[in-house]
T-cell receptor, first 110, second 114 residues
């Protein structure tokens, strides 16, 4: 089946540092989505990517849809305490199910 | 802003009992999904629903599970005879009808089977 490999699994950084995480797949996706999940909450959409090579920003967040359509990365610049949480990538082909990565748990030391 | 709502937020049930988890998707959305997340693990696909029928289901979604959209607004997930390993967060999601493929998630129902 379709699998997404997300890395790193966890990150421990200092406030103010930049963060980078990525997802790779053996399958091609037409859409890449990045979600953030706070404890006890549902995933909240951060950025959606629809075209290979697309680079999209949302405030301090930047994400790119890989040229091969098999990977995507998310960068967070100048991290702040509220960035703490679990970040998930997700991929979709057409109207098929959204497939999630394993998540990256971000911890920030003040 | 429209959102997906789920009830209850927390359900505790005895093993072997039936549970129904409820979702109200965003009103003009047409694709609906149930996902589950065992504590500390990734979000796993259970089932997708379109045009009043299941369009895709995972191997997790066995005969003990069923979904229904009884009245055009609610979308329910039923587990007939719960097992301990069904304990998880269950998320409902909906996708708007055209163009963009973004899925919007509810807050989840935490199911605890004892």
């Amino acid at each position: 089946g379709q699998q997404l490999n997300q890395s790193p699994q966890s990150m421990f950084i200092q406030e103010g540092e930049d963060v980078s995480m990525n997802c790779t797949s053996s399958s091609i996706f037409n859409t890449w989505l990045w979600y953030k999940q706070d404890p006890g909450e549902g995933p909240v959409l951060l950025i959606a990517l629809y075209k290979a090579g697309e680079l999209t920003s949302n405030g301090r967040l930047t994400a790119q849809f890989g040229i091969t359509r098999k990977d995507s990365f998310l960068n967070i610049s100048a991290s702040i305490p509220s960035d703490v949480g679990i970040y998930f990538c997700a991929g979709r082909r057409g109207a098929q199910k959204l497939v999630f990565g394993q998540g990256t748990r971000l911890t920030i030391n003040p | 802003e429209p959102e997906v709502t789920q009830t209850p937020s927390h359900q505790v049930t005895q093993m072997g009992q039936e549970v129904i988890l409820r979702c109200v998707p965003i009103s003009n959305h047409l694709y609906f999904y149930w996902y589950r997340q065992i504590l500390g693990q990734k979000v796993e696909f259970l089932v997708s629903f379109y045009n009043n029928e299941i369009s895709e289901k995972s191997e997790i979604f066995d005969d003990q599970f069923s979904v229904e959209r009884p009245d055009g607004s609610n979308f329910t997930l039923k587990i007939r005879s719960t097992k301990l390993e069904d304990s998880a967060m269950y998320f409902c999601a909906s996708v708007r009808p055209t163009g963009l493929a973004e899925a919007f998630f509810g807050q989840g129902t935490r199911l605890t089977v004892v």
